[in-house]
C-alpha cells in the first residue's frame, strides 16, 4: 500500500501550490493610495524584524535540543525534530508574508468594490496560511516515514516513534510562537487601547496613538504567525497520536490509514475554499460557514470510501477486540468531526454578538467596569460547560467504535478539514489591519465600516478555531497518552511495565496534582508577561503624549518604531521561562517520580488545562466583541460610560484568548509528545 502515501504526498504538495497560486492572486490586487502603502509598509517591517529576532531564539534553542535528541535517543529522531521544526517555521513565515501583503489590498477593495471583494481578498491571504500549514504539516510526516519505512526499512512502531520527533519539533515551535507572538500583540494592543482610547480619548487605531503600528504588528506576528504555528502543531500531533496506535495494532497500514485520512481533508479544504463567495448586504459569516460545511462534506464521503477500501483488503478486521464494528473508524472520525463542529457553535454562540452573551456583556457595561469584567467571567466559565460534555460524549463514543484508535482517528478528523478552518481564522487578523490602515490613511469612512464588520466576524471564526484546537487537543493528548504508555512498555522489563493508572498511587497522586497545578502556573505567568510588556508599552505611550504635545494636535510624527522594539524585546524575553517550563516538566517528573507518577501529571494538565482554555477562550471573545457591539451605536456608543468600560473588558481578554488560552492546548500536546518521544529513557523513577 506504499502508493497511497505517494497519493498523500501528492495533495500535501498541492496544498503548498494551492497556497502559491492563492498568494499569487492576492498581490495582483491593488495596494491603494501612497500612504496606504507606507502604512502598510510600516507593518510588515515591524512584523518581519518581530519574526527575524525571534526565529534567532528559536534556531539557538533548536541548535541545543538537536544534539541533546540525538545523544539521548537517536539520529533519525533528531533530524526529524528539526525538519518540525524548519516546516512550522516556514508555514509561519509564509501566513505572515501573505497577511501583510493582504491587509493594504483588503483596505482597498472595500474602498473601491465593497464587501464583496473585500472577503474575497482577506480569506483568499487567511486560505495561504492553512494550506501552508495542512501542506507543510503533512509534507514532513510522508518524508519521515518514506525514508524510515522505504528507504531504512524501519518497522512500522519505530518509523512513527521517530516520526513522533517532527511532531516535537512542531510543537516546540508552535510554544514559542504562540508565547511569543501573543505577548508581543497584546502588550501593544492593551498599551494603544488604555492610553490611546481611554486616557487620550482618540479613536482605536488613530495614527497619533504612538502603539497603533506595533497593535497591526502584532496581529501577524500572533494572530497568523504564531497562530498558524500552533495549528500546524496541532495538525500534526493528532496524526502522530492516532498513527502511533494504528501502527501498534496494523503495522504500516494503520499509519498510512491515518495519513491518506489527513490527505483527502487537504482536498476537501482546497474545494470548500471555492465555496466561499460574500454577497453585498449580506453577513459574510455565512460565506465562511458555506465553505466550512462544505469542506466538511466532502471530507465525510472521502473518509467512508477509504474506510470501505481499507476493510475491504482485510486490514480492519471486523468484530475483533480491536475494531467491534464494521466501519468502526469511519465511526470514529464522523464523531470527531461532528463534536468539532458542535463545538464550534457553542463557542459562537458564546462569542458572537448576534447571541445574548455578548450582548449580556454590553449591558452590564452600563454600569461601569467591574460588572462588565463579572459578565465575562461569568460568560467564559458557563462556556466550559457544553464542551467538555462533548468532549466526554465523543470520547467514549470514539472508544466504543474504535478503541484507543478510534479516539486517535477523532482528533485527526476534528482536524481534518484544517485547511479550511486555519483560512477562515487567518482572515479574522487581515481584516483587523485593514480597518487600521483604513483609520490610519483617512479612507472613506464606509470602508472602516466595511472592515470593522468583517472584524467582528474574524473574532467569532478565531474563537471557532480555537475551540477546534481546544477539542483536538483534548483527544489527541488521550491518544498520544495510549501511546506513551505503549511506548514505555515496549521498553521497560515485564516487571516495570505499566497497565494503567491507578490513581491510587502516591506518585501518580503526586503527579495529578502537579499536573493539574501546571495549566495555572503556565497561565499566569503568559498572563504576566502580558502586564509587564505592557506596562512598558504604556510608559512609553504617555512619554511621547507629554514630551512631544504636537502628536495629538497632528503636527508631530509619533515614533512608531520605538514601540514596536519595547514590544519586540519584552516578547521575547518574556516567553523563555512558560516556554522551558512546558519543555521540562514532563523530563524533570518522569526521570524522578517514574513514567506511571508522569502519566498523572499528564492526566493533571489535561484536565485543568481544557478548562482554562476554553474559558479565557470565549470570555476574550466575547468581551471583545461586546466592544464592538457598544462601537455600533448600542448602549451609549463611543465615548459612553459603557464603551469605556468594555474597554476595560476587552483589555483583560486580551493576554486571555491570544495569549494564554491559545498556549494551553500547546502546552497539553507538547508535555504529551516529549513524554512520547523520551518513553524509553523513564523508568521507576529516583524516589
Known sequence: MDYILYVALGLSLLAILYAFYLYRQVIKEPVGSERVAEISGYIKEGAAAFLKQEYTVIVVFVIIAFPLIWWSLNMLTAFAFLLGAVFSATAGMVGMKSATDSNSRTATAAERSGMQKALTIAFKGGSVMGMSVVGFGLLGLIIVLLVTTGLLDIEAVEAVAIAAGYSLGASSIALFGRVGGGIFTKAADVGADLVGKVEAGIPEDDPRNPAVIADNVGDNVGDVAGMGSDLLESYVSSIIGASAIGALWYGIEGAIFVIIVAAVGILASIIGTLFVRGKEGSNPHNALKIGTYSSGLLFVLMAFGLTYYFEQQGIFVVATDKLPYAFGPFYSIIVGLGVGLLIAFISEYYTSAEYRYVKEIAKQSETGHATNIISGIATGMQSTAFPVILIAIGTVLAFNFGGLFGIGLAAVGMLGTAGMTVGVDAYGPIADNAGGIAQMANMDPKVRKITDELDSVGNTTAAIAKGFAIGSAALTALALFAAFIEAYNLSAPVAEQINGIDITKAPVIAGLMIGGMLSFLFSSLTIKSVGRAANKMIEEVRRQFKEMPGILEGTTKPDYAKCVS?????????????????IASPLIIGFIFGAEALGGMLAGTLITGIMLAIFM?????????????????????????????????????????????????????LMTTMSLVFASLFGMGIL
Open 617 to 669: 477562550a470565549n470570555s476574550g471573545g466575547a468581551w471583545d466583541n461586546a466592544k464592538k457591539h457598544i462601537e455600533q451605536g448600542h448602549h451609549g456608543g463611543k465615548g459612553s460610560v459603557a464603551h469605556k468600560a468594555s474597554v476595560t473588558g476587552d483589555t483583560v481578554g486580551d493576554p486571555f484568548k491570544d495569549t494564554a488560552g491559545p498556549a494551553i492546548d500547546i502546552l497539553i500536546k
Open 566 to 582: 519595547i514590544s519586540t524585546t519584552a516578547a521575547l524575553k518574556e516567553m523563555i521561562f512558560p516556554a522551558a517550563l512546558a
